[in-house]
C-alpha cells in the first residue's frame, strides 16, 4: 500500500456515519433544551490562544501540540481542545455586550487534534462535542450544565456512568494551596518523574494530574484542596453540591481531580465508566468545568465561564457496549429492482417522484442480475423493494415488498400520489 492515513486518524465509513450523526443530532436536540445554540470556530488559532489559556505546562502545550509555522511565518497550531477558540470567538466578536443573553450558551461539535500515542479511545484526530457558558458566575450555571451532560448521557441510553466533581477554588485559594503542595512535595523530590520535578514550582497541581505510577503514588497522601478554599469559593462549592442534591443527581468528590488543563477554577467534573468497553477501569468521557480567569486572560472582560467536552470516540466505545441498538435506522425507504430493460427505465423515473415526494429511495446502475439487486436492497438496509419489468410496465401495478415481511400490491398512480402511505 502507498498511501496510508497518518497514524492516530480514522476514516469514519458510511457503516458506522449512522451512529455519528445520532450522537450529534441528539446533543443539538439536548442543548437546544438547554438555551445552547451552535458556533463554529476555525481548526486552527494562533498558537499563542493555546499556550495562553491552556497553559504552558500542561501536557497538550507541552507534548501535543500540532504546531507549525505557516507560509507566511505564522505560529499556528491545530486546534487540541475546543475552549481556547471559542472564548477567543467570544472576545473578538464582543459576545458580552449587553444586547447579548446572559450567560452566553453555545456548543460546537468537530474534530481536535492532540500528538498522542494512539491506542484504543486515544487518537491524533479525534472528535469533540462540547458546550460552553460565558459570561456566568452562578453556581446555578454549574449545576445545570452538569445536568445537561448527564440528560445527554441519558439520551444515548448510557447509564453506567459515575459524575466526580471536585473545586479549584478562585487564585486566592489555589496559591495556598500552591504552597502547601509544594512543601509537601518538596521532600520526595528526587523520586518524582522528570515531568513532575519540571512541573514542581512552575504549576504543582500538574503533579496531581501525573500518569508515572510513582508519581501517583506520592500524591495520594497529598494535602487537600478542599481545606485551602477561602470563604467565597467553599460556599460557592456547597451551593453547586446542594443544587446538583436538589436535582437529584449523585456523585463522588475527588478532591485530587485538577484537570489537565490550567484555566479551570471552581467547579471541575468529570464523566466516567467502568464500562467493559473500557476493561472495566474508570474511564473518563467527559470533562469540564469552570474557567473564571480565561476570557480576561485573553483580552476580555473579567466574566466567567464553565463548559466541558466529551470524546466522541469514547462515547461510541461506551455506547458499543452498553447501548449497541442505538442506531439501526434504515438507510432507504425503498429500493427498485429491474428484470428488464423496460423495468429499469420505469424504476429511474419513478425514483425521481418518489424521492420529490421526500422518500429515500435508490437502485442499481451497473446491470447486475436481479438476485444481487435484492441483496444490494438488504445490505443498503432498504425497508422495501421492488421488482420492475415488462408486466409491471404494462399492467401499471407493482408489489411492495416488506424486506423481512409481506407483500402489497399498489398502482404505479398510487405511488406517485402518495408513496409514503405504503412504505410505512
Ligand atoms: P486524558 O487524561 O485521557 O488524556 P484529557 O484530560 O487530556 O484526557 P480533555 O482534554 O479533558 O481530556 O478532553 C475531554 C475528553 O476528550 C476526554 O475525556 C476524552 O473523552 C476525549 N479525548 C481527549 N484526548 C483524546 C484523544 N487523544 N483521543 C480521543 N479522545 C480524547
Ligand atoms: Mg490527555
Not at 433544551?33 to 502545550?61: A, H, L, W
Not at 501517583?216 to 446542594?242: C, G, H, R, T
Not at 471552581?266 to 480567569?293: L, P, Q, W
Not at 465561564?305 to 466522541?312: A, E, K, T, Y
Request: one cysteine or more; glycine letters at 8%.
Amino acid at each position: 500500500m502507498e498511501y496510508q492515513r497518518p497514524k492516530g486518524t480514522a476514516d469514519i465509513l458510511p457503516d458506522q456515519i449512522g451512529v455519528w450523526q445520532k450522537i450529534e443530532n441528539t446533543a443539538r436536540s439536548v442543548f437546544s433544551k438547554y438555551g445552547y445554540q451552535g458556533i463554529r470556530t476555525p481548526m486552527f488559532e494562533n498558537y499563542n490562544v493555546f499556550v495562553r489559556s491552556v497553559g504552558d505546562t500542561s501536557d497538550i502545550v507541552t507534548k501535543e501540540m500540532y504546531d507549525f509555522k505557516d507560509k507566511g511565518g505564522r505560529h499556528i497550531t491545530l486546534r487540541p481542545e475546543g475552549t481556547a477558540g471559542v472564548v477567543r470567538a467570544y472576545i473578538e466578536n464582543k459576545l458580552f455586550g449587553p444586547e447579548y443573553q446572559k450567560p452566553y450558551k453555545v456548543y460546537y461539535m468537530g474534530p481536535m487534534f492532540r500528538y498522542e500515542r494512539p491506542q484504543s479511545g486515544r487518537l491524533r484526530q479525534f472528535h469533540q462535542i462540547g458546550v460552553e457558558a460565558l459570561n456566568s458566575e452562578s453556581p446555578q450555571v454549574d449545576a445545570e450544565v452538569i445536568d445537561m451532560a448527564l440528560e445527554l448521557f441519558k439520551n444515548y441510553g448510557v447509564n453506567n456512568i459515575k459524575l466526580v466533581i471536585n473545586s479549584l477554588g478562585d487564585d486566592q485559594s489555589r496559591e495556598a494551596y500552591r504552597k502547601a503542595l509544594i512543601a509537601y512535595l518538596e521532600p520526595h523530590f528526587d523520586e518524582l518523574s522528570e515531568d513532575s520535578k519540571e512541573r514542581l514550582y512552575k504549576n504543582p497541581l500538574r503533579v496531581l494530574d501525573s500518569k508515572d505510577e510513582k508519581d501517583q503514588e506520592i500524591v495520594q497522601n497529598a494535602p487537600s484542596i478542599l481545606d485551602y478554599l477561602d470563604d467565597y469559593s467553599s460556599k460557592y462549592f456547597e451551593e453547586v453540591k446542594s443544587l446538583l442534591t436538589k436535582l437529584g443527581i449523585e456523585y463522588e468528590i475527588d478532591s485530587s481531580m485538577v484537570r489537565g488543563l490550567d484555566y479551570y477554577t471552581h467547579t471541575i467534573f468529570e464523566i466516567m465508566s467502568n464500562s467493559k468497553a473500557f476493561n472495566g477501569k474508570y474511564t473518563t468521557v467527559c470533562a469540564g468545568g469552570r474557567y473564571d480567569g480565561l476570557i480576561s486572560q485573553l483580552g476580555g472582560p473579567d466574566d466567567g465561564g464553565i463548559g466541558f467536552g466529551l470524546g466522541v470516540e469514547r462515547l461510541i466505545l461506551l455506547m458499543e457496549q452498553e447501548n449497541p441498538n442505538f442506531s439501526t435506522p434504515s438507510n432507504l425507504d425503498i429500493y427498485l429492482a429491474y428484470a428488464d430493460e423496460e423495468g429499469d427505465q420505469l424504476a429511474f423515473e419513478l425514483l425521481h417522484d418518489l424521492r420529490l415526494q421526500g422518500l429515500k429511495a435508490d437502485k442499481d446502475y451497473s446491470g447486475i442480475k436481479l438476485g444481487s439487486q435484492i441483496k444490494a436492497a438488504v445490505r443498503l438496509n432498504s425497508k422495501y423493494y421492488a421488482v420492475l419489468g415488462k408486466e409491471e410496465v404494462s399492467e401499471k401495478v407493482i408489489k411492495i415488498n416488506k424486506v423481512d415481511g409481506n407483500t402489497q400490491e399498489v398502482s404505479l398512480e398510487d405511488l406517485k400520489k402518495n408513496a409514503s402511505k405504503f412504505l410505512k
